[in-house]
């Protein structure tokens, strides 16, 4: 399976994990829920992914880890102005 696939399939997994944890065990403004903490989470992850996706593709020239890179901002995108 090609890596830009495995990327976005792990974007839809995680996302639809955080929203059905938000909406199953919903949080409060003063007790965060798992889904919101799954959301924090989240930032590190993608960013760890982005800059793996960079020096792959900065030490190999793959260009599997530039559409990877280029994959990161739309998502992020989509999922802070919640087009999802």
Known sequence: MRKEVKLILFYITYVSIFLFTDSYYPSGPCTPGPGCMLFLLLIPISVILFVWDA???IR???RQSLTCMLIHPPVWIIILTGLI
Do not use: I, L, T, V
Request: glycine share 0%; hydrophobic share 15%; proline share 0%.
């Open 60 to 62: 190999q020239r793959e």
């Open 55 to 57: 020096y792959w593709y």
